[in-house]
């Protein structure tokens, strides 16, 4: 058997491999959903900011980046940004 045989069959093997790998990737896949299927804004999103209230008023140092911020983006389009 030649080298070139060998790795036609082996890429066959890997290819069929794969294939099946796939397809119960799929079936199981088909079968979750079809138990609880997932509907956009239902899921529960745990975490949060652990101070809220800290976002309502920006700093100095915030103000500062967003300034940098809009002047890069109008430079990009090439505008310029004044104040």
Request: glycine share 8%; aromatic share 6%; no cysteine.
């Given at each position: 058997?030649?080298t070139?045989?060998?790795?036609?069959?082996?890429m066959?093997?890997?290819?069929?491999?794969?294939?099946?790998?796939?397809?119960?990737?799929?079936?199981?896949?088909i079968?979750?959903s079809?138990?609880?299927?997932?509907i956009?804004?239902?899921?529960i999103?745990?975490?949060?900011?652990?101070n809220?209230?800290?976002?309502?008023?920006?700093?100095?140092?915030?103000?500062?980046?967003?300034?940098?911020?809009?002047?890069?983006?109008?430079?990009?389009?090439?505008?310029?940004?004044?104040?």
């Amino acid at each position: 058997m030649e080298t070139t045989e060998v790795g036609t069959y082996a890429m066959i093997a890997l290819t069929i491999g794969l294939l099946v790998f796939i397809w119960r990737m799929r079936i199981n896949n088909i079968a979750s959903s079809q138990d609880d299927p997932a509907i956009a804004g239902q899921d529960i999103i745990e975490g949060g900011a652990i101070n809220p209230e800290q976002f309502d008023e920006p700093d100095d140092d915030a103000l500062d980046e967003m300034q940098e911020l809009l002047e890069q983006a109008a430079e990009s389009q090439g505008l310029t940004y004044e104040e």
